[in-house]
């Protein structure tokens, strides 16, 4: 299986801040990969597909970078409706895996 | 809009059985592919089954395979998850969520969960 590692686990930052959450796969996975924000109790959703294209509707603020193994999610100024976990997740093997997430807290 | 509904959570004892099910509405259900995640208490996400279009092809997660059977109805626009032998570890809000088109990739949009709670 592949898997993901997602840096940090855990950030705390300010209303405006850049904020940057990076995933590594444990495998070269080319660009199939997603990022998704999950609100408390809330279901996922998808903000990121294909490492860098956003999804219709999401903020701009949003993106992502990345290809092979190493990839990027970064908001560019932090919002205090953005408090949530993120995670990235794979689609170039099977399982599909998801790296363990990243919350994200306002300082 | 596109619209996904489950059902059919509750409390089970380990060894029994759950079958959830997923209401799909706003889209050609028929046309996609579709997905169950599971997402434990306090715990990260876990993709659990895969099944076609037309019910074809099925793939299911190492830990659920031999227990878990995903079925489609494209006549009902539900999609269904069938649990025998279910385990403590298999405690979970349950998603079905939708891949794109006629592939594989991410999972958008996802419905609102439902728990399955495994506990004597």
């Known amino acids: 299986d592949i898997q993901m590692t997602q840096s940090p686990s855990s950030l705390s930052a300010s209303v405006g801040d850049r904020v940057t959450i990076t995933c590594q796969a444990s495998q070269d996975i080319s660009n199939y990969l997603n990022w998704y924000q999950q609100k408390p109790g809330k279901a996922p959703k998808l903000l990121i597909y294909d490492a860098s294209n956003l999804e219709t509707g999401v903020p701009s603020r949003f993106s992502g970078s990345g290809s092979g193994t190493d990839f990027t999610f970064t908001i560019s100024s932090l919002q205090p409706e953005d408090i949530a976990t993120y995670y990235c997740?794979?689609?170039?093997?099977?399982?599909?895996?998801f790296g363990q997430g990243t919350k994200l807290e306002i300082k | 809009q596109v619209q996904l509904v489950e059902s059919g959570g509750g409390l089970v004892k380990p060894g029994g059985s759950l079958r959830l099910s997923c209401a799909a509405s706003g889209f050609t259900f028929s046309d996609y592919y579709m997905s169950w995640i599971r997402q434990a208490p306090g715990k990260g996400l876990e993709w659990v089954s895969y099944?076609?279009?037309?019910?074809?092809?099925?793939y299911y997660a190492d830990s659920v395979k031999g227990r878990f059977t995903i079925s489609r109805d494209n006549a009902k626009n539900s999609l269904y998850l069938q649990m025998n032998s279910l385990r403590a570890e298999d405690t979970a809000v349950y998603y079905c969520?939708?891949?794109?088109?006629?592939?594989?990739?991410?999972?958008?949009?996802w419905g609102q969960g439902t728990l399955v709670t495994v506990s004597s």
């Open positions: 969520a939708r891949p794109p088109g006629g592939w594989l990739g991410w999972f958008d949009p």
């Open positions: 099944i076609s279009s037309s019910g074809s092809t099925i």
């Open positions: 997740q794979q689609y170039d093997n099977l399982p599909h895996t």
